[in-house]
């Protein structure tokens, strides 16, 4: 056959052709172009228009940022500057106005000896997050203390204070000890947030060191109360005194032991901060105190409702129903205009307390609305076969839940938490509409009423619209990460 | 747990909540501080500064009553109140007196049930326009868009205003007055209306403020004055009191300057019985004999802070017109003191 | 009888309210009751505790006093010698349409961008990656703002359309010109359309506080006709098709019975257009499109479309692959692939999120004040609280509309994913 073949064909190949290099339409740059923008009329159109709009906008505002001034005391002498150095008709941004006013923009009227305190309580905030947030990566966790112990070690040097080093060492001292005894970071770490929110509240809005933690104690009361209770009376009643215990304890027992410890201590440093008002809060404070706090109690909030929602007890259902729909039925700043018009009304008279925590609870209700439905929808999509192996194992309705279908609902839930979290974030700046001063329009107009700055308006904008765009983005992509680490599946 | 923690904050806070009671005057100086409503920003009237300190021509009435009444005008304070939430926030008594530019009209007096203490700024509403509109009256508008400030009574009385002269116009009601300004440099309406004080505040920080002008019709009258709660007399005496001592002491070249002076005794029996040198008019409202020599000296008499905030040397330029005295041609009368 | 009803009871011990399963949720139930009652109890006793306080009453009388104010988007006949309750339906009117268009321009941008942030453009992928992720995390109320301001920078103002007889001697152009013939006005203020009018118009019926246009009705009969007789030509012809195999030619049949109709109604009214015309400060004629009502349009149906867009490309994303390489199998190209084959399935995943964020779009619209747009958080809650300082009341009143409209949307939004819900059988 083959020797046939061979007579057949007249010619053979003995050398193979030295390889050429690809078309120039079909390698390097040209050929991604062609793969990637024009591979089709409908895309070449599309990939024109998108260069067309990014020119037309690149256009439009980079004369704007090129002819920046940064350095001025008001519109004035900016403008002044830009027609100086640019020529009459040249339009530039005036940064100057952040440069002064930053202080504000970022605490409002916190007093500005204390700016440490906030700081201070951000930086605590990564420390109480850390173990929960990265817990995989203990050498990063290293290089994150690092920086946030150099930190802190900056801001108390200067601002003179040696109270944050003393908090921070106090805090690492308790790390260490830990990691020393072999602790697992995450699960044994729960307490640390709540400590954590005692410290902020009390470097944030000062006063005596007791006040937090009397109301801490509560909790530790409760949690004795349980402890003994449970095995004489059995579990119904050990929860209910662990809920009365606390309130009985804030209520009553709290001022007293406040008031003794205060008198018995002198008002200096580690027992007693200078106390700042609420109203004093302005800015980025305001935003990230409420925002915060809101996260942090419409998340636990939205779990009860998300049970009571699926509940088998029809009147129990029926309110979680009916407050979850009446607080998503309504626009937030409807729900503000009730903390600052309305509330005043349905407590009883003469009551009058701080705004600031008016607003949080209303915001944390509307996020606690939204978070239920998120998780509503993770319990919805745990396969049926979830509940049925946990009530196989005999857990009781509490067991099964915090063993079994919370973990993985949450972990289903957590794309639609976190953008719950962000939408809350975003929404703190409503709080202008009852004039609380918000960074983005009650600080801005609050400075735009000044005799320097007034007639600005793009700047502070662009600015604050960039600081919430850099914390609700990092936000996502901490979801996505976090969405990724705890995925379980293999596809 | 964490649903108890919520509990507990609830908890927290309904100590700390605290109680107004018919005697203001004594809330006042048991918490050793006067909460004072004012505008979360008005160029001249109240602003913060680059400090955060509250500056302003409301912001000096705050300041006087609080020396009056506590002899500290520091201890004040400020809390920023839009024109939706100022009504109930003095009605809750979530603050003792509000002075934020606000016109004394009949139905909040006797309606609202709040009670005002005299007039601080006698203003009325104007109408700003491009000067190259060719425009010289506001009577010459008719079918021009009209960009108004809302939550005031602006928009009533430019309603009135255009219905009575039988012109149609276009209404822009903008919250803010920074959206206004920038809709009105831009040309999206042809006029800006507010009240005049605030246009000339508002001419002033244009880039070229001779390229507009304000028209000369006055189309309402806004008395602008503080305002505290029906019901509380004593209250409502000290603050009317209070700002008429800012303008009596004026009126007696009383200044800041040479209040100290003046207080240990001169020849006019009204100034020392004003400064509490004769008699004890103090007593009479329930504070002690010094309360206005230290209302004037907190920043100065009417006057001075008229100067001080808004005046003609200051960038937003206003003349006194109707804020002057009476024995200047203006409305500025102070009761007798005696 | 006697017998029967102890035989339980003297088997019942205190405790089991507790303790028995079957009682507990009983229990649990009538003490959440009871809270609740008392909870209500106590706020309503403060409530009128304190209205008496301040010698106030409940009464929401004040929504027949003269309103007094200008709005300047009525929809609905409005003046300002109208009653409260009126400005506030217009105002809910203006929330209505803001809302409905924004939903409608929101879906289709959304779509659009979620579709584009998969395609195999680069450019084009990365830029809706942008604009989503910008969009996304930046609050609204930025955004509506930055519309407004955006708009009235860059459009121009009505004097610059004006020309003067100095400009036509020196051969100047106006620094801006109407569109599509000299009918279309975008200016600063807002953009100015033709106004269809009729010359020999039939009058109004008034419905109510709702005066309806009888020359519309017919107007919109008229098409509604074409369009019957339209679909009824075509059935009839596919009918003969097969009985006969033959299709008669209609395309003209149906054309005229498309058009026809209209045409004739059209003449018989009168019709024509009336174009806006440069007369004073401004154009007049015509209909004017105001900039708040774009730009607050604009501003929110672009951040919605950025969280229908995540949407979107979640619920493609979650069609399995097989799905495409099956309908390419088929022969199928890209475009129709998406239309016939992925879009109909992801849309059960695509729906229930798209009904937050419509409810969510219908209260962001609340934010109108902030560029002068008069919704009903304007006039009910706005200068209608100010004028009365009936807070109470106002704000009740609000979010009890508010609460009806976003029950009415998702319920009907409900109505439709229950419609396309995947039918198992």
Redesign the interface.
């Known amino acids: 056959m083959s020797d046939l073949h061979s007579e057949s064909v007249a010619f053979v190949r003995d050398t193979m052709l030295t390889p050429q290099s690809p078309p120039a339409s079909q390698a390097g740059a040209i050929k991604w172009l062609r793969e990637n923008l024009f591979s089709g009329p409908m895309n070449t159109i599309l990939t024109i228009l998108g260069v067309g709009i990014v020119v037309y906008l690149v256009n439009l505002g980079l004369p704007w940022f090129l002819h920046s001034v940064w350095n001025a005391n008001s519109l004035a002498e900016c403008r002044s500057a830009i027609t100086a150095t640019w020529g009459p008709d040249a339009h530039g941004a005036c940064w100057a106005m952040i440069r002064e006013r930053w202080s504000q923009f970022m605490f409002g009227f916190y007093p500005n000896v204390f700016y440490w305190r906030p700081i201070l309580a951000l930086l605590l905030l990564f420390v109480a997050l850390a173990p929960i947030l990265f817990a995989e990566f203990s050498n990063r966790l290293t290089i994150a203390g690092g920086v946030v112990a150099a930190l802190v070690v900056w801001l108390a040097a200067s601002y003179g204070e040696w109270l944050p080093v003393g908090i921070l060492a106090v805090v690492a001292a308790i790390a260490g000890l830990l990691a020393v005894q072999g602790t697992k970071w995450p699960h044994n770490l729960i307490w640390f947030p709540i400590v954590y929110a005692g410290i902020a509240f009390w470097l944030l809005w000062g006063g005596s060191i007791f006040t937090p933690i009397a109301a801490l104690a509560g909790i530790v009361v409760g949690w004795l109360a349980f402890r003994i209770l449970a095995p004489i009376a059995g579990n119904i009643v050990a929860v209910t005194a662990a809920v009365v215990a606390p309130v009985l304890w804030w209520y009553f027992g709290s001022e007293p032991v406040i008031d003794l410890l205060s008198r018995a201590l002198p008002r200096v440093e580690p027992f007693w901060l200078p106390p700042v008002d609420s109203d004093q809060f302005g800015g980025f404070v305001l935003a990230f105190v409420i925002g915060l706090t809101g996260i942090a109690f419409s998340l636990p909030m939205g779990i009860v409702l998300a049970l009571g929602r699926r509940s088998d007890m029809l009147l129990v259902k029926a309110l979680c129903v009916g407050f979850i729909e009446f607080i998503r039925g309504v626009p937030l700043i409807t729900l503000l205009f009730t903390a600052s018009l309305l509330l005043n009304y349905f407590l009883p008279p003469g009551t009058n307390f701080d705004i600031i925590l008016r607003v949080i609870i209303m915001v944390t209700l509307f996020s606690a609305a939204y978070i239920a439905e998120v998780i509503r929808g993770g319990l919805a999509a745990l396969p049926r076969g979830q509940y049925e192996a946990a009530d196989a194992l005999g857990l009781d309705y509490w067991k099964a839940q915090r063993l079994i279908i919370m973990p993985q609902a949450l972990k289903i839930s957590i794309p639609g938490i976190v953008s719950s979290f962000i939408g809350l974030f975003k929404d703190t700046t409503l709080v202008v509409f009852v004039a609380l001063l918000d960074p983005l329009k009650g600080i801005t107009d609050a400075v735009r009423a000044s005799i320097e700055w007034k007639g600005i308006y793009w700047e502070p904008y662009i600015f604050v619209g960039a600081i919430f765009f850099l914390v609700c983005f990092s936000m996502s992509r901490y979801s996505m990460y976090l969405e990724n680490r705890l995925k379980r599946e293999h596809r | 747990m964490k649903k108890s923690v919520f509990l507990g904050t609830l908890a927290a806070t309904a100590l700390l909540a605290g109680y107004a009671s018919a005697a203001t005057l004594d809330d006042v100086k048991a918490r050793g501080e006067l909460n004072c409503g004012v505008n979360t920003g008005l160029v001249g009237f109240a602003a913060p500064d680059a400090n955060g300190n509250w500056q302003g021509f409301d912001v000096a009435i705050c300041k006087a009553v609080a020396a009056a009444v506590l002899g500290d005008a520091t201890k004040i304070k400020y809390v920023p109140t839009t024109s939706e939430t100022r009504f109930t926030a003095l009605a809750s008594g979530e603050i003792d007196v509000l002075a934020r530019n606000t016109t004394w009209t009949f139905s909040r007096d006797t309606d609202l049930a709040f009670t005002f203490t005299g007039v601080n700024y006698y203003d009325g509403q104007g109408f700003m326009v491009k000067k190259d509109l060719g425009v010289t009256s506001a009577k010459e508008l008719d079918g021009a868009t009209v960009c108004i400030q809302t939550g005031t009574t602006t928009e009533l009385n430019l309603a009135d205003f255009f219905k009575v002269n039988n012109m149609s116009y276009q209404p822009v009601a903008i919250q803010t007055n920074a959206e206004g300004e920038q809709q009105f440099l831009a040309g999206a309406c042809d006029a800006y209306t507010t009240d005049a004080s605030g246009l000339a505040a508002t001419r002033a920080a244009f880039a070229s403020p001779d390229d507009y002008i304000i028209l000369p019709e006055i189309i309402s009258k806004e008395p602008l004055g503080p305002l505290v709660r029906q019901g509380d007399d004593q209250w409502a005496d000290i603050n009317r009191w209070v700002l008429n001592a800012l303008v009596a002491a004026e009126e007696y070249g009383v200044t800041s300057a040479n209040v100290e002076e003046l207080s240990k005794g001169t020849d006019n029996p009204e100034i020392n019985r004003m400064l509490g040198n004769e008699g004890d008019l103090g007593a009479m409202i329930g504070l002690d004999k010094d309360w206005a020599k230290r209302a004037v000296s907190a920043s100065g008499n009417y006057g001075e802070i008229f100067a001080a905030t808004i005046g003609e040397s200051t960038p937003i330029g206003l003349a006194r017109g109707l804020n002057a005295q009476w024995t200047q041609g203006g409305l500025l009368y102070s009761p007798p003191f005696r | 009888m006697a017998t029967f009803a102890d035989t339980p009871k003297a088997n019942f011990r205190l405790g089991m309210l507790?303790?028995d399963t079957r009682y507990r949720?009983v229990t649990?139930?009538i003490v959440?009751?009871f809270l609740?009652m008392a909870g209500a109890a106590w706020?309503l006793n403060?409530?009128f505790?304190?209205?008496a306080?301040?010698?106030k009453d409940l009464s929401f009388s004040f929504l027949w006093y003269r309103a007094?104010?200008?709005?300047?988007q009525t929809l609905i006949p409005y003046t300002?010698d109208d009653t409260h309750f009126r400005a506030m339906l217009v105002g809910l009117v203006n929330t209505l349409l803001v809302a409905f268009l924004g939903c409608v321009a929101a879906t289709i941008i959304g779509v659009v961008v979620g579709v584009?942030r998969l395609?195999?453009?680069?450019?084009?992928a990365r830029?809706m990656t942008i604009y989503v992720?910008?969009f996304?995390?930046?609050?609204?109320?930025?955004w509506i703002?930055?519309t407004?301001?955006i708009f009235?920078?860059v459009t121009p103002?009505?004097?610059d359309f004006k020309v003067t007889d100095q400009m036509i001697a020196e051969g100047q152009e106006p620094a801006a010109s109407m569109l599509l013939f000299d009918s279309v006005a975008i200016t600063?203020?807002g953009t100015f359309i033709p106004k269809i009018v009729y010359s020999r118009s039939l009058g109004e019926i008034h419905l109510g506080f709702l005066p309806i246009s009888i020359d519309t009705l017919l107007v919109l009969a008229s098409i509604v006709f074409g369009v019957l007789v339209f679909r009824a030509i075509g059935n009839n012809a596919t009918k003969v098709q097969e009985a006969t195999g033959v299709r008669p030619v209609t395309w003209w049949k149906r054309l005229l019975a498309l058009f026809g109709p209209l045409l004739i109604v059209l003449v018989a009214l009168g019709f024509s257009l009336q174009r806006p015309t440069l007369?004073?400060?401004?154009f007049?004629g015509g209909v004017?499109v105001l900039?708040?009502f774009m730009a607050l349009w604009i501003g929110l149906t672009l951040y919605t479309a950025a969280f229908i867009a995540e949407i979107v490309r979640a619920g493609i994303l979650a069609i399995s692959k097989g799905q495409t390489e099956a309908a390419y199998a088929l022969g199928l190209r890209p475009g129709r692939t998406m239309n016939l084959v992925i879009l109909p399935q992801a849309l059960r995943v695509i729906i229930p999120p798209l009904i937050?964020q419509y409810?969510n779009l219908t209260?962001?619209s609340?934010?109108a004040?902030?560029?002068?747009y008069?919704d009903l958080?304007?006039t009910l809650?706005?200068?209608t609280?100010?004028?009365t300082?009936r807070?109470?009341e106002c704000?009740?009143l609000?979010?009890l509309i508010?609460?009806v409209?976003?029950?009415l949307i998702s319920s009907g939004m409900n109505v439709y994913n229950n419609a396309v819900r995947l039918k198992e059988r």
């Open positions: 507790i303790y949720s649990i139930q959440v009751l609740f706020l403060n409530l505790t304190n209205l306080e301040r010698g007094g104010y200008d709005i300047n300002n584009l395609s195999s453009n680069w450019l084009v830029l992720e910008i996304r995390n930046v609050p609204v109320l930025l703002l930055v407004f301001a009235t920078e103002q009505p004097r600063n203020r007369g004073g400060f401004n007049t004017l900039n708040s937050s409810l209260k962001n609340s934010l004040i902030a560029v002068s008069m958080r304007g809650g706005g200068i609280l100010n004028q300082g807070e109470l704000m009740l609000m979010m508010y609460l409209l976003s029950l």
